[in-house]
């Protein structure tokens, strides 16, 4: 034996790598000791047996097929699992070349770890693409200076379009929404030539004829010429905009169905305080004035209990809005607790108030606080048997500037120090009896937080079960400018007034024009829109009173087409009645032609500022009397 078989023999024996000669009829004929190292198998237990022996079942046909095809001369590289003789399967991959006699010479190598590297990778392949199609994420760039778009194939997948369809801007731009366009173009034009990232979100065109809303994110890299390619990634976010899109109708539905529930339960309301405020002129006996007096202090409760419902609906939706004015808080927090006393003294309860540390003028809302006040008073008069309740308010001034501060303390059955947690809650109160024992909806103390909350400020409590309680609220107040006294209205304050009132609703309009009627003024009456608009051409009026939600044209569009007249009826005073009273709703009232705005339940004092301001009452009758 030569020197160069001895090296082959050597290197036979002492490779790492399995090494066979495999006979005609595919049996080992020779293996080298790494098979026994490697896989246990004995040279006695290998040799003339059939390789197919030790294969996975899996892998013993297609490895047969790749022998055979050895032997007719084609050059063959097969992976393939051989059992092992504790009965485990590693890959390996053998590289063979056929001898003499239809014998072939075997190396394989064990490629087990390669390969759980490969399946591992092709499955996180295979993953980040599910991912990617199902997020609708796709990759592209775009290079100006070769004015070539390059998609993803998710990104293709998720538009439909080929890359052909989409590679110049000319193919790309069309697919683009026409309002969104411009703005992209702006985005991009501004990155590619300064170099910044950015994002976007555009509508697209799919193959199919949908639009689908994209988002893109994209980072700007440095080229030789100075501009810059942008590489982005744009997901398909059509659920997540459409979902918006239904949060918004829906947002927009109830914003509708809280203006329609609002006047639908004021309109009737509003036609009960009325009718008391009138039957307040007439003669009665003074058992038939206690009553009334009875009767409008139910009134204005249920009206306090329907404004938590509504209002509470309000701010939940986003609606409620704040509209400060200049406000002497001694004052209304005196008027607050003339509105309780008789329920208060009804109950044997003394009502104090001590507003001497309020003096001045602030600027607050006088509505929203008059309501969170009559929360905290109400509920303090409601849960004391037996006892007082004490009003204190007072001006403070802290480093966030001058604030009002009110507290209603009373002597009546306290809150635990468990039941104060969720006092603030909607629908909660200190225990699952309070409900029947003293009624409510369980809304206030929630609203009088939330609206202290919008004004800048908190409420909170202090109490003891069994021994009263004190509840605070505390509000940003700016000092203001006093405000004139209101004039106050007496019978002839309106001579020589015409006014045309115009409301779809019989009561109301009864009420409108016995009150101003009984004021002196002369008053002429529009079921409806159309008619009001009819009688303004062809009347002489000094003042309009115009109801907003009507049957036909409303409120709005009958002042539109009055401000279109010929003649001097285009140039009347209008003052909107409403229960539709939110700053953005006032000002389309103004935008229409209007020229005031007075709320439902009307209050009469209100109304008469109004129509003093535009019409000049009061002073014009004065005139005329000299």
Not at 122 to 127: F, G, S
Not at 287 to 297: D, K, W, Y
Not at 472 to 480: F, K, L, R, Y
Request: glycine share 10%.
């Amino acid at each position: 034996m030569n020197h160069e078989e001895d090296s082959v023999r050597w290197l036979f024996e002492n490779s790492r790598e399995l090494m066979a000669v495999i006979g005609p009829d595919n049996d080992f004929k020779v293996i080298n000791p790494a098979w026994t190292r490697a896989t246990g198998w004995s040279k006695a237990e290998l040799i003339d047996r059939p390789f197919v022996e030790i294969l996975h079942p899996d892998d013993a046909d297609i490895t047969v097929q790749a022998a055979d095809r050895l032997r007719a001369g084609l050059d063959i590289e097969h992976s393939a699992r051989i059992r092992h003789k504790d009965g485990s399967c590693r890959w390996y991959r053998g590289y063979s070349k056929p001898l003499e006699n239809g014998q072939l010479i075997a190396v394989l190598r064990d490629v087990t770890a390669e390969r759980e590297r490969d399946i591992e990778l092709e499955e996180a392949r295979l993953n980040s693409r599910l991912l990617a199609e199902a997020a609708g994420i796709g990759t592209w760039s775009f290079d100006p200076e070769a004015g070539r778009h390059i998609w993803s194939s998710d990104f293709r997948a998720m538009s439909g379009w080929s890359q052909e369809d989409l590679e110049t801007s000319e193919q790309f731009h069309p697919k683009i929404h026409p309002d969104d366009l411009d703005g992209m173009l702006r985005i991009t034009g501004k990155d590619i030539k300064y170099g910044v990232d950015g994002s976007f979100q555009h509508r697209m065109i799919t193959k199919n004829g949908q639009w689908i809303h994209v988002r893109a994110t994209f980072r700007a890299l440095p080229l030789p010429s100075g501009l810059h390619m942008l590489k982005g990634i744009s997901q398909n976010v059509t659920p997540l905009a459409e979902a918006l899109e239904a949060a918004e109708a829906a947002s927009e539905a109830k914003a509708s169905f809280l203006a329609n529930i609002s006047h639908e339960i004021r309109t009737p309301l509003n036609g009960v305080m009325g009718v008391l405020h009138l039957l307040n002129e007439e003669p009665l006996t003074r058992a038939g004035r206690g009553m009334l007096r009875e009767a409008v202090g139910c009134g204005a409760m249920l009206a306090e209990l329907l404004n938590d419902v509504l209002d509470f609906s309000k701010i939940e939706a986003g609606k409620l809005e704040m509209n400060p004015e200049p406000v002497n808080p001694g004052h209304l927090v005196e008027g607050v607790a003339s509105l309780i006393r008789s329920q208060a003294e009804a109950k044997g309860l003394k009502l104090n108030v001590e507003r001497s540390g309020a003096k001045g003028w602030v600027a607050i809302d006088p509505v929203r606080m008059r309501q969170a006040l009559f929360n905290l008073v109400g509920n303090a008069v409601k849960f004391t048997l037996h006892g007082e309740v004490s009003i204190f308010a007072t001006l403070i001034d802290n480093p966030e500037g001058q604030r009002l501060r009110v507290e209603v303390s009373d002597t009546g059955v306290g809150i635990s120090k468990e039941a104060q947690s969720s006092l603030f809650q909607r629908f909660s109160q200190a225990d699952g009896s309070t409900t029947r024992r003293f009624g409510g909806t369980g809304l206030g103390l929630a609203i009088t937080q939330r609206l202290a909350e919008m004004m800048g400020g908190k409420v909170g409590v202090r109490s003891t079960l069994g021994q009263g309680s004190t509840f605070w609220i505390e509000v940003a107040a700016p000092a203001t400018e006093a405000v004139q006294p209101q004039v106050v209205a007496e019978a002839g304050y309106l001579d020589g007034i015409s006014i045309l009132v115009v409301e779809d609703n019989a009561v109301n309009r009864m009420i409108a024009s016995k009150m101003l009627e009984n004021l002196g003024a002369t008053v002429a009456t529009a079921e409806d829109g159309e008619h009001g608009v009819e009688a303004a051409a062809h009347g002489a009026f000094d003042l309009i009173l115009m109801d907003i939600q009507m049957p036909g044209i409303d409120g709005v569009e009958a002042t539109r087409r009055i401000r279109a007249l010929d003649g001097p009826a285009k140039d009347l005073p209008i003052i909107a009645l409403t229960a539709n009273v939110m700053a953005h709703q006032r000002q389309d009232y103004l935008n229409a032609g209007m020229n005031g705005v007075v709320g439902k339940p009307i209050n009469p004092n209100a109304l008469l500022a109004e129509i003093t301001r535009l019409a000049g009452a009061g002073g014009a009758s004065s005139e005329k009397a000299a």
